[in-house]
Structure formats: structure tokens, C-alpha cells
């Protein structure tokens, strides 16, 4: 007979996501442990194995949730009747509210995806080039005579872009909405002047 699943599991997994990307990001894929995931979930070392058989699909399932839930963010912003700088502005305002409350999570990103197996980084990698399209093509709506003939520039913005958004947290920790907002704006800003002189 099937194992029923308790009616906070889903509540109780989430927890656990966030006391590892909690523990990732401070200690690091390799020296956590699954005692010290589950004593900063607050469950026993026993109870973790009821959620996640291994360290590593632990890392995978709280990539693959963090990089979805943005992706998915991102590519429902309404952009229709935007002009291209509002698009691009809404798009760069979005990532920051998306990334607020995840900075553990964002941290693990960019040390984690090297400890799963190809085929797992793939699925993650997929989720990424989502909004690497949807960034460039709102960066090349910009400047088309620009980006027309000449991809590798396109390439250039878009992941500059990306950076300047990337690395708020590490100087801006616990910005707030209108923080958060005021900068995604700025990053537009300083990107589209950048443009007008390529």
C-alpha cells in the first residue's frame, strides 16, 4: 500500500529548501552535511530521508525551484503595449522583486550547478537561456541597427545586464521594494545610454 503524504508536507519540504539554501550558501555544497540540513530545518536527521534520499537531490530540487519560479516570474510580465525602454525597465524591476527573500537560494546558484550530474544542470541551464531570450530580445527592441548583424554584441548587453542585476545583493542586502525598484530602473537607465553609444 501506498505511503499517504501528511498534509503539511509541502509546507515542511519548503522548509527544508530554505534551511539548505541556507546552510549551502554559508557553508558550502561540500562541507554541509544532511545532520546540519535537518538541524537547521528542525527535523530529525531520520525525518530529512523522508523528503530527499541524498545531499545532491536536495541541491537539484532547490535550484530547479528557485530557477523555475523566476523563469516563470519573468516571462509573465505583461509587456504588451510597453514601449521598448518600459519593457526593458519592467523586465530589470522584475528579477530584483523576484530575488527578494532568495539571496541563499541565488548564492547556491552560482556555486551549486558544478556538483550535479550533466543532465540536471541541463534542465537548469534550460530555465536560464528562458530568460537570457526574453532579456536579449527586449535589449535588441532597443537598438536594432545595433544588435541586427552582430549577435556576439547582443550577447555582450544582455549578460551585462544580467550582472549588474546578479550581484545587487551583495552590496544592497535586505533592499526593499522601492530599493529594489529604484535600481532595476537604474540598470535599465544605464543600459539603454550605454546603447546610444555602441
Known sequence: ??????????????????????????????????AALAREAGISKANIYHYYDSKDALLFDLLDSHLKALRDRLVAVKLEGLSPPEKLAALCIEVLL???????????????????????RQILAAYQRDMVRLVSSVVAENAPEVFEHDPAKLRQ????VFGMLNWHYMWNAGADDAARRAYGAQVAQLTLGGLKAL
Request: proline residues 2%; aromatic residues 4%; without cysteine.
Open 1 to 34: 500500500m501506498a505511503r499517504t503524504q501528511a498534509k503539511d508536507h509541502a509546507a515542511k519540504q519548503e522548509a527544508i529548501l530554505e534551511a539548505a539554501a541556507r546552510v549551502f550558501a554559508s557553508e558550502g555544497f561540500d562541507r554541509a552535511s544532511m
Open 98 to 120: 523576484a530575488y527578494q527573500g532568495a539571496d541563499n537560494a541565488h548564492r547556491v546558484q552560482s556555486t551549486g550547478m558544478d556538483h550535479l550530474p550533466e543532465d540536471e
Open 157 to 160: 548587453v544582455t549578460m551585462s
